[in-house]
């Protein structure tokens, strides 16, 4: 299973980015989706997850109510509409898949995308 990461860039505080992960590659039936990120000398943080079988999502307090999760099984993508960015949002941001659980821990997830590097600028 591959995952591709995209739509990271550069972007003024208060601006807004859609990341996009999608699979491919032998069949896999993901049971979570989620999205982490990492800043150099930090730990990978937990960002939001999504589950495949009732669309239920989860949010880190840090961005709750600016980030939205959301899939579309057709095109295998979960994408995260990112909102009232901030520099604190800044960081790679990674995707990762999870045939089992849905969970906030990366050691849970089975695949991971290579990452998105998100700036904002103050």
């Known amino acids: 299973v591959q995952l591709q990461a995209s739509g990271g860039g550069l972007v003024q505080a208060g601006g807004s980015l859609r990341l996009s992960c999608t699979a491919s590659?032998?069949?896999?039936?993901?049971?979570?989706t989620a999205w982490f990120r990492q800043t150099p000398g930090k730990e990978r943080e937990f960002v939001s997850v999504?589950?495949?079988?009732?669309?239920?999502?989860t949010y880190a307090d840090s961005v709750k109510g600016r980030f939205t999760i959301s899939r579309d099984n057709a095109k295998n993508t979960v994408y995260l509409q990112m909102n009232s960015l901030k520099p604190e949002d800044t960081a790679v941001y990674y995707c990762?898949?999870?045939?089992?659980?849905?969970?906030?821990?990366?050691?849970?997830?089975?695949?991971w995308g290579q990452g998105t590097l998100v700036t904002v600028s103050s």
């Open positions: 990762a898949v999870s045939g089992r659980v849905n969970s906030y821990y990366g050691y849970e997830y089975d695949y």
């Open positions: 590659g032998a069949t896999f039936r993901p049971y979570a």
């Open positions: 999504i589950s495949w079988s009732d669309s239920s999502t």
